[in-house]
């Protein structure tokens, strides 16, 4: 059986590790990029060198942002109102609310949710670092907008019992996100009567 090189099994494997990328659209991929033309692979080398380097977390929220900055657009605005916090669990949470142009507080970006099967734990995730920002006495509400999954769940569940207590109103999406269902990948309608129908948690 013929093998292929080791520099096209190589490139075929690293896209084989890619999320939602099994081995046929790996091999597709790398075999596109075989006869692309050369400046395509050198602009995607280089946007895939640049993404590490050129980009950074938020000192506040913890959203991607411009490695020069300490501080993402969301943060650095006056206009956004402090006293309405948004937890989300990715950064790319952050850009399918802020889609729906219905929301104008600010975030907090977990990078993750609680899974005991993964080794997840609160410390694994921005936890410490909502509770510090939550204890300035300027948050009035706090919004949980982890996936409708049951990792989901039992994040916002853990952060309810945490937030509880220092007396801060402390709501979740509306179940017009599907259960199992991603808030990436909802649409926008879908999304403003999350926002809208956003309930307090018993």
Known sequence: ??????????????????????????????????????????????????????????EVCFNITQAENKLCEICASSDRDESLICVVEEPLDVLALERTNAFFGRYHVLHGVLSPIEGIGPDG?????????????????????????????????YLHQKIQPLGIRVTRLARGLPVGGDVEYADQNTLLRALAGRQEMD
Do not use: H, W
């Open 1 to 58: 059986m013929q093998s292929l090189p080791a520099s096209v099994q190589d490139v075929i494997d690293a896209f084989a590790r890619l999320p939602g990328i099994g081995p046929k659209s790996a091999s597709r991929l790398a075999f596109y990029l075989l006869r692309a033309p050369d400046e395509l692979s050198s602009t995607l080398a280089n946007a895939l060198l640049a993404i590490k380097s050129a980009t950074g977390t938020c």
């Open 125 to 157: 995730l921005k936890i410490f670092e909502l509770m510090e920002r939550l204890k300035t006495g300027l948050v009035k509400e706090v919004i949980l907008a982890t996936n409708p999954s049951m990792e989901g769940d039992a994040t916002a569940l």
